[in-house]
């Protein structure tokens, strides 16, 4: 059973406040509303981005947001992660890091993100302290839960051997993505064929015209700029989330218009990117936009 779906649409709110600019292929047909400003509670709050929350080591993207509805950028914040114990019991700290912000491709907007290691299923609270532009005192708090296993394959596991279409299959590229301007590299070979190989492999899911977030564009460019710095030490795949791009019309298609690669992989969202070892097992894995830098260093860490 597919369990691709489309993010809440009050997080897509969220999604495009934090990215003001849209995909450049193409925006996303479903036009979503703002979210609105919040009149009463807190001066700030955090949005989790990322769904796919696991027991272990995590890469956890998060926005921060202002009473009006509008993201606050700074270069780091602190995070401490909060275990939630049932009924009304204090939370306790379990771990803490620092928070990278990540700025987008274009615009001055982006998100914060980091790593944390989540020794219990459950509901956690995130406690975020950082300082405004204005050098205020910033503090924000969001939640999550983290289950048993994600959703997506874990780290360590074998990357499904998904059978996808290349450029050879089809009569032109426009078949099987929806980029304005592909880069052939990205359709040379099937994820299967990639696999075995026997180099590293980075695989981007992507659609870039029916991109609920907007990211989905430069999250394939970015690929193709990675691609250009490592040449063949490892295989770099972009994989189209919809089946037939070039017939679709319109409005995001349905979810049963995605390809089997989709449910191979049990993706909830996009674009997601994966990192494979030159065993094919997963080495690094990133839910929504990913910079070229956190990309490069996950291949250095393999060579």
Known sequence: ??????????????????????????PTATPIPAVPPVQNGPDYGVIVITTD????????VFGIMDRSGMPVRSQQAQVRAMLLPPGDAPGVQRASAVAEFKQWPAGPQGVFSTNLDFDTVGFWQLYVSTTGPDGSSVLAQGALQIKEKSDTPSLGDPAPTSVTLTGSDVEDLTHITSSTQPDPDLYRLSVDQALADGKPLVVVFATPAFCVSAT???????????????????????????KDP???????????????????????????TF????????????????????IEAALNELF
């Not at 779906?5 to 849209?22: F, H």
């Not at 564009?217 to 970015?222: A, C, F, L, M, R």
């Not at 494979?276 to 910079?291: H, L, P, V, W, Y």
């Open 1 to 26: 059973m597919r369990i691709f779906r489309l993010l809440p649409y009050r997080m897509l709110g969220v999604l495009l406040l934090l990215l003001t600019w849209a995909c450049s292929a193409a």
């Open 216 to 242: 989905c564009g430069p999250q394939v460019e970015v690929l193709s700029a990675v691609k250009d710095k490592f040449g063949d030490k490892a295989n770099f795949i972009h994989v189209e989330v919809f």
């Open 275 to 294: 990192v494979m070892d030159n065993e094919g097992k997963i080495s690094a894995k990133f839910e929504q936009f990913t910079t070229e830098e956190e």
């Open 246 to 272: 070039h017939l679709i019309q319109g409005s995001r298609p349905p979810a049963d218009s995605t390809v089997p690669s989709v449910e191979e992989w049990n993706l909830p969202t996009e674009p997601w």
């Open 53 to 60: 929350l696991a027991l272990g080591m995590n890469r956890v």
